[in-house]
């Protein structure tokens, strides 16, 4: 059975910074694509991030570029989302998953696991 785990929200001022970590349990890891999504009340679920199962291909949405940085650890399974300067807007419930032969990093309909997601609040 895959889950995937999310830790690491919380409430934080804008500016500041939280890492988000996913553990992973349940499948091969490094043959998945992981990725962060965000959804805010009352809006459509956003892609933010996406790493390829190596590592080596990395994408982002265009409203956190330059401020998050998605990375992996596969001897432990693991996910990280660092999220700098983070803006009021940054608010919503972060969401990890994984996606086995992800064509379309940016889109949702690719990935065929998800957490259960973490709640980060940004106050202004």
């Known amino acids: 059975q895959v889950q995937l785990a999310e830790s690491g929200g919380g409430l934080v001022q804008a500016g500041g910074s939280l890492r988000l970590s996913c553990a992973a349990s349940g499948l091969t890891f490094s043959l998945y694509t992981m990725g962060w999504f965000r959804q805010a009340p009352g809006k459509e679920r956003e892609f933010v991030a996406a790493?390829?199962?190596?590592?080596?291909?990395?994408y982002y949405g265009d409203s956190v570029k330059g401020r998050f940085t998605i990375s992996r650890d596969n001897a432990k399974n693991t996910v990280y989302l660092q999220m700098n300067s983070l803006k009021p807007e940054d608010t919503a419930v972060y969401y990890c998953?994984?996606?086995?032969?992800?064509?379309?990093?940016?889109?949702?309909?690719?990935?065929?696991?998800w957490g259960h997601g973490t709640q980060v609040y940004v106050s202004s």
């Open positions: 790493l390829s199962g190596s590592g080596g291909d990395t």
């Open positions: 998953a994984a996606g086995y032969l992800v064509t379309r990093p940016f889109s949702r309909l690719d990935y065929n696991y």
